[in-house]
């Protein structure tokens, strides 16, 4: 059974740039939810997808934005790249039934923007 | 919102002992606290959870405690491994309106070394 994957594993950005990472869930999963770690800190919440809406967001500017596709599988999109959105972005798959909130987490996207 | 703090930031024991990470928790309406690993490069591995109406979990050397007055819980681990060497995250899911989104607050993490 494969895991949470996610792509790509490193990226390098400029300034002003746009950057997509995608995920995959864990199977059986229909929710994701996307997680930016600064170094040295535990994980923020960005937002959640289920049913191919945006359920829940965190405190991240409108440049942050996502998208779930009919097959579960999640994007997420950053414009206009800051350099302090240089992080690694985590992507976490769940099960929407209560008693099975456990977030299964994928290895990790390595963001670095010059 | 949910706020976690956690302790302590770093952690030093030597293989054998006992080793204790403590959270706490400020959102009363939170009723779900998973504990992650995080080695480096790799993304952060479950290795306990909680729901509030339980007071204690087991598993093998690792053991997770919650007390919803006090709203904090704590992680102990028994009989260290080098291979315990990691950096350990506690959470705590916020139910946003009562339904269990999931959204999950971490604390700062602790660094756990075990030396040989």
């Known amino acids: 059974d494969a895991g949470v994957t996610q792509s790509p594993t490193h990226l390098i950005k400029t300034r002003g740039q746009q950057v997509t990472l995608r995920c995959s869930p864990k199977?059986?999963?229909?929710?994701v939810s996307w997680y930016q770690q600064a170094l040295g800190q535990g994980p923020q919440f960005i937002f959640q997808?289920?049913?191919?809406?945006?359920?829940q967001r965190g405190n991240f500017p409108d440049r942050f934005s996502g998208h779930q596709f009919p097959n579960y599988s999640s994007e997420l999109n950053v414009n206009a790249l800051l350099l302090g959105d240089s992080a690694l972005y985590l992507c976490?798959?769940?099960?929407?039934?209560?008693?099975?909130?456990?977030?299964?987490f994928g290895p990790g996207t390595r963001l670095l923007v010059l | 919102g949910e706020n976690v703090e956690q302790h302590p930031s770093t952690l030093s024991v030597q293989e054998g002992d006992s080793a204790v990470i403590k959270c706490t928790y400020s959102d009363s309406a939170s009723n779900y606290f998973p504990w992650y690993k995080q080695e480096l490069g790799k993304g952060p591995q479950l290795i306990i959870d909680i729901r509030s109406n339980v007071g204690e979990k087991k598993d093998q050397r690792i053991a997770v405690t919650l007390n919803k007055t006090a709203k904090h819980f704590s992680l102990h681990i028994t009989e260290t491994q080098p291979e315990d060497s990691a950096v350990y995250f506690c959470a705590a899911s916020d139910n946003a309106g009562g339904t269990s989104y999931g959204k999950l607050t971490f604390g700062q993490g602790t660094i756990l070394t075990v030396h040989p």
């Open positions: 997808y289920y049913e191919e809406e945006e359920r």
């Open positions: 199977s059986g999963h229909d929710t």
């Open positions: 976490a798959s769940s099960r929407d039934s209560f008693g099975e909130e456990t977030q299964y």
